[in-house]
């Protein structure tokens, strides 16, 4: 049966304490294996971690809790490469930007009106395993990570899709779907993100790897790279911003940090003097793709907020807000007399795109806006700049820093 993802962090952290005791060697050992949704050889954490309902740093604790570094390498990696990819995309966002422009000239060219992608999309490629992956992602909001190779390699060099589609197409049903971790691994698998080396899915392997459930036939025998206009030289990372100065200030959560508690003890100068004064959230599951988001996702994405917003500890009225409009935040802090607003950072992505937009209006409304960063990306993402290899060396220094 497949796993239902309840949005919340009880159901989190029921889920965390369920999988740590096969997080050790026997991950390593089955992670590959892909025996279909009823799967427990993966975590299936993927959903709480990339909306913070479990914070990187408490997942890896809990491992390291009960096995050794050695024996839980392989997981602890598996976490480190969604740091890795956020903390590359924050050095390189204008790969998101020319993603998100080339998503939508594709649509708008009528790309999406191609019978081979609307075929591809409802899971009519008539490869059979393909036809059974979409409609498992769409049922479930969840594919396997081996299963996302296969499916974005068929997808790029069998049906000869644009890889900017398959990315969409995945960012809009993904419970998970994650700006840095959805479209660098697409990327990744095209050849774009390590030139020149692409991700070819094979029949033997598929077959291998899914103990006979498929066997697909007809695939691409050769996978030659994608190529694209030279990036722009690596943008440095921001500074952390200074604390909120104002004296009474508004907390507004969004969807990649629902861990309020977590954040603000890293950050006890904003509950200082009773300053904190209220607390509201606002998300926007549409906002990840010009064709708008599952419905599962945009559930997913309001019922982990609503969770996040009452857990919050916040006295007063913690609610979320009905729209992610910058006038309505504008309403919340005027009515509760705030001059800052706080936020927990939001990575290059569609939040911090709404994020940027509201910083303009509230500042000339006199009202402060400051983002709280995590000592977990501060510490890791300067090492994000080249490779995972170079990156993966400095895991047990970057443990260490963090206590653990
Ligand atoms: C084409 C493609 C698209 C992907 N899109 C996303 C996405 O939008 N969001 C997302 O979180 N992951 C994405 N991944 C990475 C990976 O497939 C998922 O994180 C993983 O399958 C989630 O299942 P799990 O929680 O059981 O992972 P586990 O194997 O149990 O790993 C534990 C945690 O580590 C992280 N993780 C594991 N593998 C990776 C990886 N390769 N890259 C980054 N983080 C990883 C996740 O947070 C995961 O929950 C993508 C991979 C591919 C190939």
Partial sequence: MA?????????????????????????????????????????????????RLLTESEVVAAVLGQHRLSSSEKFVQEVMWRTYWKGWLEQNPDVWLRYRRDVVELAQAGQTEAGDYRDAIVGRTG??????????????????????MWFASIWIFTLRLPWQLGADFFYRHL??????????????????????KTYLASQSNISRFTEGRFSPKGLATTARALVEDPLPTRSPLAPPEPSPSGSRSGLLLHEEDLDAPGLLAEHPSVTSHNRLVAVVGFARADDRSPLGASDAVAEFTMSAL????????????????????????????????????VMPFAPVGPVRERIDTLRAAVASEGVTLSTLQRRWDTLAWPHASRGFFPFREQIPRLLAQQGL
Avoid at 8 to 26: H, M
Avoid at 132 to 148: C, D, K, P
């Fill in 175 to 196: 419970l998970d779907g994650d700006a840095a971790s959805n479209t660098l691994s697409w990327r990744w698998v095209a050849g774009l993100q390590t030139a020149g």
């Fill in 127 to 148: 490869i059979d395993a393909m036809d059974v992956w979409a409609q498992e992602l769409i049922e479930t909001g969840y594919l396997h990570n081996h299963t996302r």
């Fill in 306 to 341: 609503d969770d996040g917003v009452a857990r919050s500890g916040a006295s007063g009225r913690p609610h979320v807000l009905s729209d992610t409009f910058a006038s309505t935040v504008l309403e919340w802090a005027a009515s509760e007399n705030l001059n800052s607003i």
């Fill in 3 to 51: 796993r239902v993802f309840t949005p919340t962090r009880a159901a989190a952290l029921e889920a965390l304490a369920d999988f740590v005791p096969r997080a050790g060697s026997q991950y390593a050992r089955d992670r590959n294996l892909d025996a279909g949704p009823g799967r427990d050889n993966v975590s299936s954490l993927s959903p709480y971690i990339r909306h």
